[in-house]
Nanobody
Framework: QVQLVESGGGLVQAGDSLRLSCEASARGFYAMGWFRQAPGKEREFVAAISWNGGGTYYANSVKGRFAISRDNTRNTVVLQMNSLQLEDTAVYYC???????????????WGQGTQVTVSS
């Protein structure tokens, strides 16, 4: 069983930046992703990164504003969120899986989520 612990959520104003981190309890050649779920909406893909960081993938809604990176020496993946918008308000979840994917079903382990709230 792999545990994922997210941190870095909070309340910010539109246009601000926020940095989310996710630490995994295990080492390995795994992909990691970030998903989010806003109230009353389905969970949606945000970003993913391959096991070696060579491949990064983004939802169109965050492309150019968010950046995903990882530090395998620390089993950590980071989501840097810039130019935050009201629509980015959601609970953000970190996920770990065998391959980078837009689909949540491809991930085997999930974190507990961290709230990001963007105010005007």
């Amino acid at each position: 069983q792999v545990q994922l612990v997210e941190s870095g959520g909070g309340l910010v104003q539109a246009g601000d930046s926020l940095r989310l981190s996710c630490e995994a309890s295990a080492r390995g050649f795994y992909a990691m992703g970030w998903f989010r779920q806003a109230p009353g909406k389905e969970r949606e893909f945000v970003a993913a990164i391959s096991w070696n960081g060579g491949g990064t993938y983004y939802a169109n809604s965050v492309k150019g504003r968010f950046a995903i990176s990882r530090d395998n020496t620390r089993n950590t993946v980071v989501l840097q969120m810039n130019s935050l918008q009201l629509e980015d308000t959601a609970v953000y979840y970190c996920a770990l899986g065998r391959r980078s994917s837009f689909h949540g079903d491809s991930y085997d382990f999930w974190g507990q989520g961290t709230q990001v709230t963007v105010s005007s």
